[in-house]
């Protein structure tokens, strides 16, 4: 059941790519060595990563040819992420929590074999990337020690995929797309000034958030508010075998306001606010989100009182945020370019490159080197992205027609270089006993869950003959609970059972939505959804019982092999 909205919400921007019918201008500066002397603390870590990568390079493997061979690696880079963050929550005019963190991760991506054919083969992308958490102080020993550990480890996990991709390979079919693994690129070199040191005046700010959560004890109908301000710093590094060495700072802000409250037949109801800026100092003045506030408990108040609404067929037009979100889902996801190639991605788009599939006054593009559009602070403007690639602008579609992809460094089918769009998200995970409130709404919590994400990515920009700099993060923020105590399952099991679920997502609600294209189905009456919904599970049962890897895969095997029909017959009629 839905309820008539009474008050419109406020509009935003939200989403990675921009449309338009119309380029925005824009100013974006030139990748030029930077006038300051590059800090001791980013010449130490790059130092280290460097000497510890060219050890790494030169010692493992060997070359013998008999069964003791282990190929020495071909490409071998270290990521690393440095950041402080602080977070403060308040709640109905009191500080209910303060959080303050220091990280220091490192990514070792670790390739076998050749650019042609690697330990990342198919369903092996994951076999190159290890993770660990690096010493927070500059101590050189202690990172060149945590760093061989995590390339050793990541070794061990390359050879273990590179074996089993050469094993399948005698086995596979001829694959549709027979592009490289890995795409060769010129080697980066950008040493940006390093973050800024994270400055919040925590005082002022509890001050603030008290004001902002107190707004909340007016409306007696609102049982939940919360009020938080996050603010984090960072700074990216990165080196490479092939050369590159990047280093580029990050920094955002982010003030959330989440009000919640129950109609009369027990529907719950909430709002939420949340404004952004590169640092707290650039977040709106009190006035404004005091307004937001107020707005929000005046709203929650008339929506519980607001009629239900009937079932509605028909057309829809979405606005502000909701409809940026909206096409972020539908489209934005669908044109990277590791979603065109592997029989288990639903590869919407890949045959329709030239085509055209928007309206002829619709343009897309992707432009992480935009830092404003009319006079609004955009979030994910970056400079490189997490392969060491210039950040650049990214005309997806031209006047309606698909004109390309999004590419990292995994080349596909007519593109075999990236456009400095390659991803890496972080994720940190916050678990604790569920209070007291949260378990007499729910039955059976025992914990509850913060999930932070962040996903960076970064790319170039230019007309071939000039470059200009661009990085690009987006946050998420998850909120989970779980019957599961403490001693069933620490921070470490929910970080797992989280990942897992995507697997759900990616292998049955992905098949599902792009490759039936069940959201495309205009059958809505009676029975009939449900019964369609049955024939998909059912065909993605059969597909998985025929040993075939996707029902992707199975749609186009049936365009050429004139049994297939024949044998999923006889497993529907089988006794």
Known sequence: MKRKNVAAAGAGLAGFVLMAMASPRHVVIAATASPNPTPASTLVLLDTMDSELHRAMSSLGNTATDATEQPKPYFLSYAVSDSESIALTAQFGAITGTHESRRRT???????????????HGDHRNSALTTVPLPLTNDRDAIARSLWFATNRGYGKALDGYLKVKTEQQVRAKEEDGSPDFSTEKPTDAILPEAPPLSVDRTAWETRLRELSGI??????????NVVLEASTETDYFVSSDGSRVATPNHVARLVIVARTR??????????????????????DQKTLTDKALAMGKNLEALREAPITEPFNGPAILSGRASAVFFHEVLGHRLEGQRQRGDEEGQTFTKLLGKQILPTFISVVDDPTMTTFDGVSLSGHYSYDD???QARRVDLIK????DTFLMS???????????????????SHLVMDAPQEIRGLIPHVEQVAKVHRVRTVRFRKGDGSTWKLVTKTTRETAYLVTSLTAREAGPEHIAVYIRSHWGIENEVHWERDATLREDDCKVRAQHRPRNLATLRNLLGGLCHQLGIDGTAATIRQAEYDKDLPIAITRLITAP
Do not use: C, W
């Open 106 to 120: 490192a990514d070792v991506q670790v390739r076998l074999g050749t650019p042609a054919e690697d330990n990342t």
């Open 216 to 225: 909340f004890k007016q409306y007696p109908d609102v049982f939940f508010n």
């Open 263 to 284: 109609a009369a037949d027990g529907m719950d109801m909430f709002r939420a606010e949340t404004f952004e800026a590169d640092e707290v100092a650039h977040l709106p």
């Open 387 to 389: 392969e060491g690639q």
């Open 399 to 402: 006047d309606g027609v698909l």
């Open 409 to 427: 460094r995994l080349p596909i089918a007519s593109f075999s270089t990236s456009n400095g769009h390659g991803r890496a998200e972080t994720r």
